[in-house]
């Protein structure tokens, strides 16, 4: 198994965890932006949000199906 298989299978459990868990994520999320906010001085406050924003939309919901990412790109073509 390369590293590539086994962080992917990390993340998998991740994303399976946080699906069985979206509010404590989102609760997680909240308080770390927060954080971050407060030891920036609130200087990136809207950033922060965004990211906030990002993260909480990023979390699958109980029941609702993962959609996979998109593929990589291929390489271009060596002469």
Known sequence: MSLID???GLVGKGK???AENP???EQA???AGTF???K???KYSDK???GKEAAKNA???EGEPETPPPPAPEPPAQP
């Open 6 to 8: 086994t962080l992917k």
């Open 16 to 18: 399976a965890a946080a």
């Open 23 to 25: 509010e404590k994520v």
């Open 29 to 31: 999320v909240d308080k």
């Open 36 to 38: 971050i906010d407060e």
């Open 40 to 42: 920036t001085g609130h």
């Open 48 to 50: 922060i949000e965004k």
């Open 59 to 61: 979390i699958p919901g």
